[in-house]
Structure formats: structure tokens, C-alpha cells
């Protein structure tokens, strides 16, 4: 089923229009997505890898959660409902600490134009792995790794090494910069 989704300007401001993602995707329409990076107590952030079936990136490691922002939908309501489609966690808007908003404006070669406006958030994973549970369709797998073992990961990017998305370096050593200061304050 073709999502319904709403269409931002440039700049992110609502346009009152709606459309099918796949029109959104075709056309080049901005729209909205959600991301949510979740992190354990003891400095492990939590990592999705990519279902076999995505077109995009597939079997590739990523955020914890993402997703589009369906028609008429806040975005922290979006958030939590791709968060409990995804990995079967329950949350309330109070769980989600908002840290930006990331431009992610690419093409593809297989006609995708995705100009997206990544709204993420950082959040407590207050549960353990096992208490989780992914939508095949979305996800192939999850793994806890530590704040170190990430920043190794992200140290390889570019020398074939097929873990995360290459061009988003600069974004991850971001979240990972929030998700640090945040394990500090607790």
C-alpha cells in the first residue's frame, strides 16, 4: 500500500498538499521523515539493519527506527508509530528528545529523488533486545553496539566495509556527538 504523505516546501514550511510516496519519490516533492536513535544506560546505541527487500541501501546498518511522516500526522505522532511498527516498542512524546532537523536531499539511479527533511530524535531504550520486535519488511536485524565500537564503524566508512550508508558520516557523527552528551547528563 502507497503511503499518503504531506508535501513541505524547500524550507520545510507545510504546503496543505498531500500525495502517494511513490508520486513524492517520482516528482522530487519534500516531505518529512522520522528518525529515532536509541541508546542504553550503560553507552550502546541501537542499530537496524536494512531489510533484503528495501530499495534503497538493503542490508545496510542505520538508525534505530525511520520513517516517513504520513498525511496529517505530527511529527513526534509519526515517530512513534514507526517506532512501534518497526521494532514493537510502545513510547510516549516525552521518551523522544528531539536534536534536529537534517536536510537529506539525494538522487538516485534508480529515478528515486528523495529530498527529505530528517526529523531526529534520541531516546532511552529502556528495555532489553529480546523485548523487541522487527517488521521483516523494514528491518533484518538489531544490534546493540557501544559508543566505541560505533566510532570504529564510522572510521571505515568509505573503505568498502559496507556497514552503514557512506554519505551519511557527517550525520551519524553528529547523533553520536547527542547521544554521548545526553549518557553524560543521566
Known amino acids: 500500500m502507497d503511503e499518503i504523505i504531506d508535501i513541505v516546501t524547500s524550507n520545510g514550511n507545510p504546503t496543505g498538499k498531500s500525495a502517494p510516496k511513490s508520486i513524492v519519490h517520482q516528482k522530487g516533492y519534500y516531505h ?11 553507552g ?3 542499530l537496524s539493519q536494512r531489510s533484503s527487500k528495501k530499495i534503497l541501501y538493503p542490508l545496510l546498518w542505520d538508525v534505530s527506527v525511520a520513517g516517513h511522516i504520513d ?3 505530527t511529527i513526534k505522532q509519526g515517530a512513534i508509530r514507526e517506532i512501534k511498527e518497526e521494532i514493537g516498542l510502545e513510547v510516549s512524546e516525552d521518551d523522544l528528545n528531539k536534536i534536529g532537523i537534517f ?6 539511479d534508480n529515478g528515486i529523488l528523495d529530498n527529505e527533511f530528517h526529523h531526529t530524535f534520541i531516546s532511552n531504550l529502556k528495555v532489553s533486545l529480546s523485548q523487541l520486535t522487527i517488521q521483516a519488511e523494514e528491518v ?3 544490534k546493540l553496539v557501544s559508543t566505541n565500537n560505533f566510532k570504529q564503524l564510522l572510521n571505515t566508512i568509505g573503505n568498502n566495509n559496507n556497514h552503514f550508508v557512506a554519505s551519511n558520516k557527517s550525520y551519524y557523527e553528529t547523533v553520536l556527538h547527542h547521544i554521548e552528551q545526553a549518557m553524560t547528563r543521566k
Open 71 to 73: 498525511a496529517g500526522e
Open 32 to 42: 518529512n521523515t522520522a528518525h529515532v536513535w536509541f541508546y542504553t544506560t550503560n
Open 44 to 46: 550502546k546505541i541501537l
Open 140 to 142: 533484518e536485524a538489531l
Open 103 to 108: 536536510n537529506c536531499f539525494k538522487s538516485y
